[in-house]
């Protein structure tokens, strides 16, 4: 899973970034897991198809992406949590709040993925940002599907909640809990990495 330096050298080296520290080598990595076997897929599928996620005018496309991700993913948890208060909320606000979600959950996959691009490039290994970021789109997606099946299951019955939208509404509460606590959690650490 690891790229080998062999392997990297059909790769265009990047330009260096006088605005990033140079952090010092970290031990090697543990293992990435399941979830870490798709993300190297879509570094991989990036770095093919040659789009520029390292750079955008000269800049890392990470630190520009990860601020609509920071942003968009707590502000879908809280609009989720108002979808939960009442049926007749998330029928009126429902497509509202899931186009958001569904735009941060995709914000968290570009962001996962060009600071994978960008870990690499810095030759930073087994940090905790690292690991947060990887589950962090993956929480950001189930969320944006359980808002997205709470505004559906509200607008067939109404708004009234039946045992089904009340299950998917416990979802949509925990899930928005959680995203909020791993995004604060993930920028946290990312910004303890970049600023010390």
């Not at 789109?137 to 067939?156: C, E, G, K, S």
Request: proline fraction near 7%.
């Amino acid at each position: 899973m690891w790229q080998s330096a062999d392997s990297r050298s059909k790769i265009p080296e990047p330009v260096p970034h006088t605005a990033l520290q140079q952090f010092p080598d970290t031990p090697a990595p543990r293992g990435r897991g399941a979830h870490g076997f798709c993300q190297t897929r879509c570094v991989t599928a990036i770095r093919a198809l040659d789009i520029p996620v390292v750079d955008v005018g000269g800049m890392p496309l990470h630190p520009l992406v990860v601020h609509a991700a920071v942003v968009l993913i707590p502000l879908a948890a809280l609009g989720g949590l108002l979808m939960a208060s009442a049926g007749s909320r998330s029928k009126r606000y429902g497509p509202l709040i899931a186009t958001v979600a569904v735009v941060a959950a995709l914000a968290a996959f570009v962001s996962a993925a060009s600071g994978d691009v960008l870990r690499d490039e810095l030759g930073l290994r087994n940090q905790q940002h690292f690991e947060y970021g990887e589950w962090l789109p993956w929480l950001a997606l189930a969320q944006a599907v359980a808002i997205t099946l709470l505004f559906i299951l509200d607008r067939q019955t109404g708004g009234k909640r039946n045992p089904m939208s009340l299950i998917v509404m416990i979802a949509t509460v925990l899930l928005a809990v959680a995203s909020i606590g791993l995004t604060v959690v993930t920028g946290h650490t990312g910004a303890e990495l970049v600023w010390g």
